[in-house]
């Protein structure tokens, strides 16, 4: 009888003590400051916190913000400060990271709720503390094969123990040639502080993270006489075509398949020294949905979903747009195909399912691959950058087809034409007329259907028409 008041009051005396103290401990929790535009919602699900929690968290009944107030995230015991959403970017790894925010690795994990630090691809939203009492750590310095932590030291200006500190090494002599540290931002030295190795003063990727059928644009700078490569493993696997972009800095476009699964895929990048040895560098990457919807089912003649009859034309089609000439002939934004400019039949990236009219043929699943145009037959068609006529033939499912190649593995293609006025060979500028609108080729109308290709992939042509790629 006794033991068990005794427990009924034990359990009213938790109940009693915990309920204030757990209020403290939340108060204290670590702070958002609101930007403007944000929403609780967004707060909610940015930090993955049950919305109900943050509301109460905050003592906030009707769930509106003002821009610049401090919300304290529940959940994070443990965790304090100020924290923000970062998109992480190429080159981030945890390490790098944890030694330019000077957070400790198991604060990031927590924050991220990350499991293992190949978790950490790049495009994803991150949470990181700021902690506004910690000089800013900018300058990225590499170890030179054969210096110790003291001969870097001297170089930067700073002491053995700030280094050691700064990069969070357990004693002053656990770092290896090679290693990427920092060292207190000096400046104009305009380092970034990445994870790359030595090879690589820096690399982006943007706009990340990536979309389905978006360019993606990756700079590199390289501090050697290094040859650069890389590759980006999607829907398969595309070698990039870097060229020249200013003194020891390269540039490469690829496309992202409309068809690449949303998920993470790894953009790898490699430096070849005069000697033969590599330094390589690989990272995750976010790819995700564009969002396209699916097409009414469309039926056609039989000949054009026959393999044995198209495989040809797409092998021609491959083999034309497979050869990155080294010269840019574009310049800015493209110029516009149509005379109906705004006006499009079918956009870029919707599904579609081709079936045979007599269905003789089994159901072909795809995606649409460029843009189709209003306006019918007879009406011009204009090149939408200069370039070079590399492909004007009359094919099965393009019917009467011009590419244009522009340089850089650049290339944009004009379908079921009714008329053709160039020839493989022929040198063309922006805007020149190069043909008609006609119904040639697997079409249910007649309709210019516009294609941009960047290195091996059908890409978003709107996107090439409202900006300038470089
Ligand atoms: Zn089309």
Redesign the pocket.
Known sequence: MFKRFFLIFLAISLLFSTSPAHAQETEEGPTYIVQAGDTLWDIASRFNVNLDDLMVANNLEDGNLVVGQEVVIPGLEGVSGVLRTETVPYGDNLRSLQRRTQAPQSVLRKLNRLVSPTELYAGVSLIVPIDTELPTLAAKVSLHEGDTLLEEAVRQNSDIWTLSEINSLGNTSTALPGEVLYAPADEGTGNNANGLPAAFTSATVSTLPLVQGSTAVIRVSVSQDVVLSGALTSNKEYSLQFFPDGENSFVALQGVHAMTEPGAYPLRLEATYPDGSVESYEQMVLVTSGGYPNDPLLIVPPATLDASITQEEQDDLIATISVASPEQLWAGAFTNPSVYEDCFT?RYGSRREYRADDGSVDPYFSF?????FCGGTGLQIDAAANGIVVFAENTIVRGNATIIDHGRGIFTGY?HQSESYVQTGDTVEAGQVIGLVGASGRVTGA?L???VWVNQVQVNPMIWLERSFP
């Open positions: 079918s649409h691959s460029g843009l189709d379908w309709h259907h516009w294609e």
